[in-house]
T-cell receptor, first 113, second 114 residues
């Protein structure tokens, strides 16, 4: 079946602009995660959605970051007033249940110039 | 605060050599997963271990889960250039009586030279 997809695959933006990153999880997976990965580094947790429950936003680095998940499926991560330190690969993952195996998308490489 | 440490951070070896990488936690975990990430791609799940002392084999890869459920190792026999990548371990712990989020280590970056 189809895996997790993300778009765009690459995004170059100017400092101060807003960006939206999209994630389409595996159908039927109720848990959805966003992570950030700087060059060669591990995964930094950003936000977690589970069904219709309130999201766990504890990993968002600032109030410039927000995310939503519509209809329990597609999710959008929005970064407002981008800064150069926001440059990273943003990964989305879905899982059938919290704490279980996660299936990752290919990521969106964001470059802020 | 849960800490998940992986070692070594970097490893560069020749094709055909054996290697072991380690994952150690400050907390007992309910399950642990190993992922491999190749450049430009998302991490891909290799294995999940849930039982203390458990050993799982995946071709040339052997995964071991410590008896105390606080550590794990990945051993690769006769490494090949295709094994090159970032190896990540991730643990899940119980939180409030249910499964918490996965916590990822920083990974071991493996390079296998032909």
């Amino acid at each position: 079946g189809a895996g997790v997809s993300q778009s765009p695959s690459n995004k170059v933006t100017e400092k101060g602009k807003d960006v939206e990153l999209r994630c389409d999880p595996i159908s039927g997976h109720t848990a959805l995660y966003w992570y950030r990965q700087s060059l060669g580094q591990g995964l930094e947790f950003l936000i977690y959605f589970q069904g219709n429950s309130a999201p766990d936003k504890s990993g968002l680095p600032s109030d410039r970051f927000s995310a939503e998940r519509t209809g329990g499926s597609v999710s959008t991560l929005t970064i407002q007033r981008t800064q150069q330190e926001d440059s990273a690969v943003y990964l989305c993952a879905s899982s059938p249940r919290r704490g279980y195996e996660q299936y990752f998308g290919p990521g969106t490489r964001l470059t802020v110039t | 605060t849960q800490l998940l440490e992986q070692s070594p951070q970097f490893l560069s070896i020749q094709e055909g050599e054996n290697l072991t990488v380690y994952c150690n936690s400050s907390s007992v975990f309910s399950s642990l997963q190993w992922y491999r990430q190749e450049p430009g791609e998302g991490p891909v799940l290799l294995v999940t271990v849930v039982t203390g002392g458990e050993v799982k084999k995946l071709k040339r890869l052997t995964f071991q889960f410590g008896d105390a459920r606080k550590d794990s190792s990945l051993h690769i026999t006769a490494a090949q250039p295709g094994d090159t990548g970032l190896y990540l371990c991730a643990q899940s712990t119980f939180y409030g009586g249910s499964q918490g989020n996965l916590i990822f280590g920083k990974g071991t970056k493996l390079s296998v030279k032909p």
